[in-house]
T-cell receptor, first 116, second 108 residues
């Protein structure tokens, strides 16, 4: 296990096209998170899963965004009808879930999206 | 509202100088605070968390609930400390809320 893997690393698309990103978390981690990061900003929370259940979704996430984790392992983040404002780095992270809290997130390298 | 504020976008120091990266938070409950670091061309990674009360790479951070701060400190900066530093808060749910980050530049 080499950590959290994200694919593709870079995606260039035209406005209006759909894109999908994939994240493979650390195998024993049952929590998976998606963040978005734009230039000069910190990571911004999008959504997270515990196993296959989507537990929280940011209000910033429009209806064009959807995330799934069908078998509680890998996850996909799809953006429909992309807009130039969607250009960002999309980060995936995973963590074990510990009742006592203080779960540490392990991040992937990110998927950079450029919408022309 | 849950918020993390890092007032400095850039902090430049010379090697051997003390460093303090500021972080203030807004949270109504009992927070969990973290510092994450991103070195050039590397992934975002955990540096330290307040509950561990640990020193990592010479860095320490003390949670001050009265001032709602969690400043990151190091007495003698090294060139290899140059990186982006993000303060993060875990609030009511399990997500982390990040600040905008501070770029630390350590000159030789």
């Amino acid at each position: 296990d080499t950590g959290v893997s994200q694919d593709p690393r870079h995606k260039i698309t035209k406005r209006g096209q759909n894109v999908t990103f994939r994240c493979d978390p650390i195998s024993e981690h049952n929590r998976l998170y998606w963040y978005r990061q734009t230039l000069g900003q910190g990571p911004e929370f999008l959504t997270y899963f515990q196993n296959e259940a989507q537990l929280e979704k940011s209000r910033l996430l429009s209806d064009r965004f959807s995330a799934e984790r069908p078998k509680g392992s890998f996850s996909t983040l799809e953006i429909q009808r992309t807009e130039q404002g969607d250009s960002a780095m999309y980060l995936c992270a995973s963590s074990p879930w510990v009742i006592s809290g203080a779960n540490v997130l392990t991040f992937g390298a990110g998927s950079r999206l450029t919408v022309l | 509202a849950q918020r993390v504020t890092q007032p400095e976008k850039l902090l430049s120091v010379f090697k051997g100088a003390p460093v303090e990266l500021k972080c203030n938070y807004s949270y109504s409950g009992s927070p969990e605070l973290f510092w994450y670091v991103q070195y050039s061309r590397q992934r975002l990674q955990l540096l330290l968390r307040h509950i561990s009360r640990e020193s990592i790479k010479g860095f320490t951070a003390d949670l001050n609930k009265g001032e709602t701060s969690f400043h990151l400190k190091k007495p003698f900066a090294q060139e290899e400390d140059s990186a982006m530093y993000y303060c993060a808060l875990r609030g009511h749910t399990d997500k982390l809320i990040f600040g905008t980050g501070t770029r630390l530049q350590v000159f030789p």
